[in-house]
């Protein structure tokens, strides 16, 4: 069923151009933190650039944000400075996944693709550093939204690895380094942990973009645009 709806969303996501050389799953990852919006507390997670100017991150790391701030991890800048400045232009607290602006970070768009049981994958970190993770098997989570008042369903998988909540937003990649999923919650009772599909992912990228402020009364992001 995972590998039906990614095949039916992959034409409308951001694919790998046939030329020039590819981003590695490496150079992509950046860190992201953000200040307080109201009352809700100062975050922090990973991020992955999926196109030139374009983050992809957990929506549950940026929803209650008052600025964000990208720093890079390799290569992906213009110039060597971190505490890039970077916009909000989507939040999808269904599939907990948003979107960030940084227009300095450089990247190829990042290819997709679906995994089955026994697959090991990378998840690049900030700093350098990696974690391998092993798909159990492909799940529909049935899950609270990110801002805990509904229940939703999203597409994705149940893994085994060494991921923790302050990697949150990070990105699973597999040996072709095509982005296979994003890493949002480890579990509290097993030692499993879960990210969404490539489907969900194909999703969001092809969403229109909009622009999200801090609403200090709700203390978290709002659409403005």
């Given at each position: ?146 801002r805990a008042t509904t229940r939703s369903r999203r597409a994705g998988y149940e893994l085994r690895g060494e ?34 599909g490539a489907s969900e992912v194909a999703a969001v ?21």
């Amino acid at each position: 069923m995972l590998a039906t709806a990614l095949g039916a969303m992959l034409s409308t996501a951001l694919l790998v151009s046939a030329c020039g050389p590819r981003s590695s799953a490496g150079e992509r990852v950046v860190h992201v933190a953000t200040t307080r919006c109201g009352t809700a507390p100062q975050s922090s997670g990973v991020g992955i650039t999926v196109d030139d100017g374009v983050v992809l991150t957990a929506a549950h790391v940026v929803v209650g944000a008052g600025a964000v701030t990208i720093s890079e991890s390799e290569r992906n800048s213009k110039s060597s400075s971190d505490g890039l400045v970077a916009e909000i232009i989507l939040v999808d607290t269904t599939r907990d996944l948003a979107l960030l602006r940084v227009p300095d970070l450089r990247a190829e768009p990042v290819e997709l693709a679906a995994a089955v049981a026994g697959d090991v994958l990378i998840a690049p970190l900030p700093g350098g550093k990696r974690a391998t993770v092993v798909v159990e098997r492909a799940v529909t989570i049935n899950i609270d939204d990110v801002r805990a008042t509904t229940r939703s369903r999203r597409a994705g998988y149940e893994l085994r690895g060494e991921l923790v909540p302050g990697d949150s937003g990070a990105g699973l990649f597999d040996n072709e380094e095509r982005l296979i999923g994003v890493f949002f919650s480890r579990s509290v009772s097993r030692d499993v942990v879960f990210a969404v599909g490539a489907s969900e992912v194909a999703a969001v990228l092809s969403a229109p973009r909009a622009r999200y402020v801090c609403d200090l009364d709700a203390s978290r992001v709002i659409l403005v645009e």
